[in-house]
């Protein structure tokens, strides 16, 4: 299957053109003209997804299911098609799109089974006590039900497992909820591709044609629209902090405020305990120079900073991790502006006092190198900027006097989605008191891993304390992702007939 973009918005099963357009800008290939989309589209597609909520809403899980693996059957049919597109846009290489292809469809299709299984409904029964005293009981039934439509804005580092129809749409079209997507004017093409394939789903399903519209382009006045509409119950958002904070103040200051699930990034510390620093320092070192610069270092759960003891193995471990970095090349970046962000953070961390440059290079254009500094634990702690996320390949290390000064940095963290232990058995005291203040920290917590690749299955959690997410209760990534789109209410003594499917 071949693809060309037509650059529209498809709304409510109608794919739709605007006068305003912006033209994408591929890392390489032929570049398309897309429409802007309007305030007036974004209520129109609201409109429809309430409509549609009305069906789809109070669906059998099993037709949600059927739907979810339409839409992955509907993926794979355009493999090849969607590659294409998405390495010409986005510079990422064919193997990369493909596994991130596999992921999205894994996890619709694990979507479907685990709505099928019911487990996440949480379906709880205090039956009747008609001669309790000194008050009878009622019969209370409770179960999660979906909450209406969703907005979802498309993220910039993943095109298909994280925008269009990745996990937040995957998991509010579980829940029960139609879904609004703002594009990613990053990737366009890819973005319109996708919705392709959730159109010809709906089709096939006989659905709703207001179940999802996509609406795409870079303006803020349709931004704001979407997420202060009053039919809109929630948004789900992968992106910057600033970006995602914006979008959370304006949730927050609705007559009717909503709740904003936003991931907003993290730099995902690793904290290495004396002894494996001492036995797997330069083996530990390889394995970080290779996730600091997977994908151009454009994870959110990239690992940008290293804390060791200060010493002979420190330095060891330094230099070992110079010399895995140094060979690793110029890659492409997603756009044009993370890379001018990369840079602006490069340079803001090379300017800060106390801080020692080990590794640097050249990199211009949408082209990324890694960098690697240095400093010390009270340096990090005198200095707030150096334990701010730069987007992309660039590590630090900081080199703490002792335990003591590990656990104070660890406790000065802001928020993170993951936080990583490097440890042997004879490190387990040490490690032990670190963990509580990590499990305080971070979503995730690792021991003698890499928090690159985020697996997708009922017990992830990705999110954290802000600036993490959003919300340190929720996870974008993983079966528990549904539950951000549904809420619990209570049925006292509601005839059995008449109750919803999920509890009759």
Request: net charge negative; glycine share 10%; aromatic share 6%.
């Amino acid at each position: 299957m071949t693809f060309t973009p037509h650059g529209k918005h498809l709304i409510a099963g109608e794919w739709v053109g605007t006068e305003r357009t912006f033209t994408s800008s591929p890392a390489h290939g032929d570049a398309h003209d897309f429409s802007v989309g309007t305030t007036e589209l974004v209520d129109h597609a609201v409109q429809a997804a309430e409509e549609a909520f009305w069906s789809f809403g109070y669906s059998a899980r099993a037709d949600r299911a059927a739907f979810l693996n339409t839409i992955a059957d509907e993926i794979e049919a355009r493999a090849d098609a969607i590659t294409a597109i998405g390495t010409s846009e986005t510079g990422l290489p064919e193997g990369r799109l493909q596994g991130e292809r596999g992921r999205t469809v894994g996890q619709l299709r694990l979507f479907a089974q685990h709505i099928l299984d019911g487990a996440y409904l949480d379906r709880r029964h205090d039956a009747a006590l008609p001669d309790r005293q000194p008050l009878p009981r009622p019969d209370i039934k409770m179960v999660q039900r979906p909450i209406g439509p969703v907005a979802v804005f498309g993220a910039s580092n993943f095109p298909l497992a994280f925008s269009t129809l990745g996990g937040d749409t995957a998991s509010a079209l579980a829940a029960g909820c139609p879904v609004v997507v703002k594009g990613h004017a990053a990737h366009p093409g890819t973005g319109e591709i996708m919705a392709e394939a959730i159109h010809a789903a709906i089709q096939k399903c006989g659905l709703h044609a207001g179940v999802f519209s996509l609406i795409q382009g870079d303006g803020h006045d349709f931004a704001q629209a979407l997420v202060q509409h009053p039919l809109i119950n929630a948004v789900g958002f992968t992106g910057s902090l600033r970006g995602g904070r914006a979008l959370f103040d304006l949730c927050a200051q609705r007559p009717e405020p909503i709740p904003f699930f936003g991931e907003l990034g993290s730099v995902n510390p690793m904290f290495f305990m004396p002894n494996a620093l001492e036995n797997r320092g330069a083996d530990i070192a390889a394995g970080w120079a290779a996730s600091l610069t997977m994908g151009a270092g454009q994870f959110c759960t990239n690992p940008g900073i290293a804390v060791v003891i200060d010493g002979p193995q420190a330095d060891a471990f330094v230099s070992a991790a110079s010399d895995a970095l140094e060979p690793i090349g110029a890659q492409t970046m997603l756009t044009d502006g993370i890379a001018d962000a990369y840079r602006a953070g490069r340079d803001k961390i090379a300017g800060a006092k106390g801080v020692q440059e080990v590794l640097t290079s050249m990199c211009d254009s949408r082209n990324a190198t890694p960098y690697l500094f240095a400093t010390t634990g009270q340096e990090w702690l005198n200095n707030h900027a150096l334990g701010e996320e730069v987007f992309g390949p660039l590590g630090m290390v900081v080199k703490v006097a002792d335990m003591d000064e590990m656990r104070t940095i660890a406790k000065r963290l802001e928020g993170q989605l993951t936080c990583t232990l490097h440890m042997e058995d004879s490190d387990l005291d040490d490690a032990a008191s670190l963990l509580p203040i990590l499990e305080r920290k971070a979503g995730r917590v690792l021991a003698n891993g890499f928090p690159t690749g985020v697996e997708v299955c009922d017990t992830m959690v990705h999110g954290g304390p802000y600036p993490a997410s959003t919300n340190f209760g929720a996870t974008s990534v993983g079966t528990m992702a549904i539950r951000r789109f549904l809420r619990p209410v209570s049925y006292q003594n509601i005839p059995d007939a008449i109750l919803p499917l999920d509890l009759g």
